[in-house]
């Protein structure tokens, strides 16, 4: 069995902000040499998700507005009695979960055809990390 | 290490259907003659979801209507600019996630007494595919 | 390839409750050998979940109220009908997911820095199992 890992950092320019990921994944699977295999894709931090979905500018103005609506910005988290203004960015990470598995195939990424992998970032403007582990043959 | 890969096409009758897949991963494991590993089973469309939880009509019933309270169909998304009128599908597949990693142990899916593995399908009549991949010992 | 399978056993006092079982998992690895791999933490109840995230008193009442605003203890869930009263423990699970993929790096969790891991139990007081499976070598 052979193993990979590498961890990407991330620095947003804004508070909340979807990256494309996908690419920086098929490369990262293409320079493991796993052909057979599975990749995670994980954030390391709690105020984070990665998902996959469509590359489509209004879906993606439809995932906020609907993030917002189920997990949203509020003064009043008992989270805040800390000091942290971001509890609404813990419970985005758990709505929209903060990993994935992609299968590895013939030394790609097994995805559909619209399938593409997105980090959303619910609290940046500061560095944060996800690791990418492949595991394989 | 053994890999094995399968891929399940669903073309259901209705727009939203559950399915249950137990027995066909089941039959897929055992064919594998992997006896020590993980399970991928996972969507590769983007209006689709796979998880686990109880075959009982009442349940499968809750799961639907909350499923449609939390991610409702509207018109007004704005994914539909493109065209499309499923953005509702894509919120439903985000919530209750894509995909599921089962454990295999001794040859079997090593699963709790209730626990039962659904294909949902939030924009059917056509064919849709789902990725099975095994990998382990 | 080598794998290690365990099984916690969870009776919880309350019918809800959070179990930071991070330093439970940590050992399990520990124990395993593995030093490069991924590690299963799954309820194999489907009332039960496993998530990870931040391990702060009002952050943990903050996700209760949360999950408790999107799936709702309601008397007349469908599911009732069976003699059941926990149709939102099973919609708690949908919500919050009810497995994590951990990874293995250099023979410990490759965890973020405040990451720490949760067993979520919705429907407790009774006795319910949760499998933690590592891959690897």
Not at 41 to 54: C, R
Not at 56 to 79: N, V
Not at 95 to 121: C, M, N, R, S
Request: hydrophobic share 35%; glycine share 8%; charged share 25%.
């Amino acid at each position: 069995m052979k193993s990979h890992t590498e961890y990407l950092w991330f620095n947003t320019q804004k508070r909340r902000e979807l990256v494309n990921i996908t690419d920086t994944i098929e490369h990262i699977v293409h320079s493991s040499g796993i052909s057979e295999g599975f990749c995670l894709v994980s954030a390391m931090h709690i105020t984070a998700g990665v998902f996959v979905n469509d590359e489509e500018d209004g879906l993606k103005s439809d995932i906020w507005e609907w993030l917002e609506s189920l997990a949203p910005y509020r003064q009043d988290y008992r989270h805040h009695l800390t000091g942290e203004d971001n509890g609404d960015a813990h419970l985005k990470s758990l709505l929209i979960h903060h990993q994935i598995i992609l299968p590895v195939t013939d030394g790609k990424l097994d995805l559909g055809p619209w399938q593409q992998i997105f980090y959303a970032e619910f609290d940046g403007q500061r560095r944060k990390r996800v690791i990418i582990k492949i595991i394989g043959d």
